[in-house]
């Protein structure tokens, strides 16, 4: 399964708080590079995973702009994060905040082994 990559939407145009389409990690994949764009007036996106349980966790983010960032959310677009999704079943980028102006926020990611 070298190769092999997965595209995924979490939300598209947003311009209202939600959990958005979570990422259905079945097939096992070990890494999510994330990318955020638009131009909303405010938003804060928080990073997650679905636990053991159906419990909602904090997932743990890299951010790929400046490779050095570690964080489990962010108020910044034009970014790309990059996280380890082994073990996780379901991520969330979960969009609990937004002003969204005259603008929207969109939110795709790509997961691979």
């Not at 598209?12 to 389409?21: E, I, N, V």
């Not at 804060?44 to 951010?63: H, I």
């Not at 380890?84 to 969204?100: E, P, R």
Request: proline share 1%; charged share 15%; aromatic share 10%.
């Amino acid at each position: 399964m070298i190769g092999d990559v997965k595209d995924h939407v979490f939300h598209s145009a947003a311009t209202a708080a939600s959990d958005g389409a979570f990422f259905d990690n079945q097939a096992g994949f070990n890494w999510l590079l994330v990318d955020i764009d638009g131009v909303p007036t405010s938003f804060t996106l928080e990073f997650k995973y679905k636990a053991l349980g159906g419990v909602m966790k904090a997932m743990t983010g890299l951010n790929k702009n400046d490779g050095t960032t570690l964080a489990t959310s962010t108020v910044t677009t034009a970014q790309s994060w990059m996280f380890d999704i082994s073990g996780c079943k379901k991520v969330y980028m979960d969009l609990t905040a937004i002003t969204a102006g005259t603008g929207s926020l969109t939110v795709k990611g790509t997961g691979g082994y």
